[in-house]
């Protein structure tokens, strides 16, 4: 008995169909949750890129702010105890360690500044992503206008 060599509707074929004209209903629900999917994929794809390097971005401005405060410590027990040693031959050392200590600390403030803004919401968003997802309904929402 000799078999048919064409693919039946029930027999899936290994040759990529043609989407262009669908013959069937059921082929149009396959082919838009197909499309739906990657669509999905790509989508997540481009999120997990985007918060990848904005978390690049939020350690960037950690290690700053933590490198800051280091400084800001460690520079205001060095130059309070400098200044008073050597302010206190020309001024009172509570002065000398008051003078030093401001200085020190607008520093480590701007230096601390600096980094904090690094953290600001606006670096955080996956805009590409929005965007797209946006793009994605208004083609998924057109009702047939051109």
Known sequence: MARSTQPT???????????????????????????????????????????????TVVLGGATSVAVAGALLFAGLLVLLFAAVLGLAFVVPAWLAAVLV?????????????????RFRATNLQPRRTAESLRKDKDVLTRQGSP
């Open 9 to 55: 509707a029930s027999q899936p074929t290994d040759e990529p169909q043609s989407y262009e004209q669908p013959q069937t209903i059921r082929e149009l629900v396959r082919h838009l949750l197909v499309q739906l999917s990657t669509l999905f994929r790509q989508e997540l794809s481009l999120a997990t890129a985007e918060l990848s390097q904005s978390l």
């Open 101 to 117: 200590g401001v200085i020190v600390l607008l520093i480590g403030a701007l230096l601390l500044g600096l980094g904090l803004s």
